[in-house]
Structures are given as C-alpha cells and as structure tokens.
C-alpha cells in the first residue's frame, strides 16, 4: 500500500490538509516532473526538491515514526512538514522534537517547514524559525503562497490534477481563510479618558511615543499569537494604523486597564492606509461605520476579509 493516499481518512481537520497537499505533490510526479520543484520554487523560494533529480518518497503520519506530520525524503534530502491550519497556534516543544527526529538522519540537506496561516514576516513567526542555529534549517510557508501557487496551475491547466487542485483550493478557502482569524479592526475613541489627540496620534505613533495601545477588555486571541490590531479612525474615515500585537497584559489603568503591545518593528501608520469604502466592499463590513447600524467599536476580521482589504487598498472608488 502506498504511504500517501488520498483518500485516507483522519480524524484531525488538519491532517486531511497534510495529506491532501502530500497526495497532489506525488501525484503531480505522473503528469508534471516539474511541479514539484516548481511548488518549493514559487512558495518558499528554494528548489530542495526536484523529482526529475531525486527519487523523492513521500509519506504522511502513520507511515513513518516522529511527531511531524509528513515526510518527503531522497538520498541527499530529509525533509519534515508541520501543519497548522489555525493561525497563532505553533508550540517550540513540537518543534523541538521534530528537530529530534531531524538530526537522526544521514542526508546531506535537512529541512523542517511550517505551513501554518500566520504572516512569514512577522516576529511571532521569526521567534520559531530562529530556534535552529543553523537559519536554513526551519522554514516557514504561508497557507497563502500554497493557495497562490495551486490556483495560478489549476487556471493554466486542464485534466485530473488541476480538477483535483480545485477541490483542494475551494477547501483551503472555506476552511481555512474564510474561519481563521488573523486580528481585529478597532474603532479609535477621541476623548479626555482614551486620552488620544486626532491631531497628533499619528505622528506619536511614528514617534515611537505609542509603545501599546490601551483597551477596555482583553483580546485574548491577540496575545502572543501574531495577529493583528488595526486602528479604525472615524474622523479620516481609513484604518490609520496596523501593528502586530507581541504581548497583551492587566496595568490597572481606570477605564482602560489591558495593555496591547506592539512587536517590534510591525507597525504601519498611514492616513489612509486603507480607507473606509474599501472597507464596506467586504462582505460583513457593508454597514461599517455608518451611524445606528455599524458603529460596533471592534471587528473581527479574518484571513480572506484581510486579503481583500490589503486588495483594495490601493484603490479608491
């Protein structure tokens, strides 16, 4: 029996993506000696693995020992693949042991991908792709940049594989972009408690002079997860800042007692960084901002609401 299967059955949600991406990789080995190397190629930018080069295996959880959930390997490539399909939910522990179980073997190259949704550029990311020494080691790959590459296939192709690429897409939107959570859009409140000048605030941001951003509750979800905070201003009517959220804390402060600090180096400050048209064209934000039927003081957004905004935000109609 082969150790890749598609029609496997799992209980895990995630593992039913783990082994749908495995299944189309070595199926596309029938139809396309290129497209694997192409997948690497295009998502990570880095060619380790080319089927036309290498007699690659591919294997998915139960068929091979370790905690990772598949493996893809060659004589000269051991390569190890974690999924996530919910952002914010890495753990060092598991990593540490994957890499256990990566430096048990003799190939020359070794790799340990993270597919998961977060953003590869931001700190929460960096903090596990630097637990390695070696910075070649532990790679991250956006859910995004997987969807990206298999559509742009699927549209130039025709036959099983690209069908089989399509059902696979349309999963990837519905249950991963369409549920997962990547911040919320919070409406900024100008008054003598918030303690927040509409004159001024910006050029403080750029300043350096807001180091967190006070709120009334704890947003739990923000906390050391990656996810975003994005400042909605009702005067200018745009989103005026976004800033990746490190840490969420109690201080105590009256009115205003949960502290949301800013990672370092993720803040955006910009007038207009996304303005309040290109908001309502999102389905679920049509009311948004609009006096008695919009004026909810934060949103959740997740990952398709958010990639449609970043969309349009070049763009005013």
């Known amino acids: 029996m082969s150790p890749v299967n598609l029609f496997t059955h799992y209980t895990k949600k995630e593992n039913h993506f783990t082994n749908g991406l495995v299944s189309i990789l070595q199926l596309s080995k029938c139809v396309d000696k290129c497209f694997v190397r192409n997948f690497f190629m295009k998502t990570m930018n880095t060619p380790f693995l080319d089927v036309q080069k290498d007699s690659v295996t591919f294997k998915v959880l139960r068929a091979f020992p370790g905690t990772a959930d598949a493996e893809l390997s060659s004589d000269e490539i051991y390569c190890l693949l974690e999924t996530k399909i919910v952002s914010g939910t890495i753990r060092e522990e598991q990593i540490r042991s994957h890499l256990i179980h990566l430096y048990e073997h003799n190939q020359k190259i070794k790799k340990l991908v993270l597919l998961t949704p977060d953003d590869s550029g931001s700190q929460y990311v960096r903090q596990f792709t630097q637990l390695d020494p070696d910075p070649d080691i532990i790679l991250h790959l956006e859910w ?4 990206n590459f298999f559509h742009g296939y ?3 192709h025709e ?3 690209s069908e089989i690429i ?6 990837i939107h519905n249950e991963i972009f369409e549920q997962d959570f990547v911040g919320v859009i919070l ?3 100008f008054n003598e408690v918030t303690r927040v000048n509409p004159d001024t605030y910006l050029d403080e941001m750029r300043n350096g002079e807001w180091p967190n951003w006070p709120t009334p509750q704890e947003y739990k979800k923000l906390d050391g997860t990656g996810r ?5 201003d009702p005067k200018r009517q745009a989103i005026t800042v976004e800033v990746e959220i490190s840490k969420v804390e109690m201080t105590g402060q009256n009115g205003f007692p949960w502290s949301n600090k800013f990672a370092q180096e993720t803040l955006k400050v910009d007038e207009n960084l996304i303005v309040v048209q290109n908001i309502r064209k999102i389905k679920g934000f049509e009311n948004f901002g609009v006096y008695r039927k919009g004026r909810k003081p934060i949103r959740n957004l997740t990952y398709e609401q958010y990639r449609q905004l970043k969309k349009r935000s070049d763009t005013v109609t």
Do not use: F, P, S
């Open 159 to 161: 036959g099983l594989l």
């Open 228 to 232: 975003k905070l994005l400042l909605y």
């Open 187 to 189: 409406t900024i409140a």
């Open 144 to 147: 995004k940049k997987v969807y």
């Open 166 to 171: 399509r059902q696979y897409l349309e999963k």
């Open 154 to 156: 699927a549209e130039g």
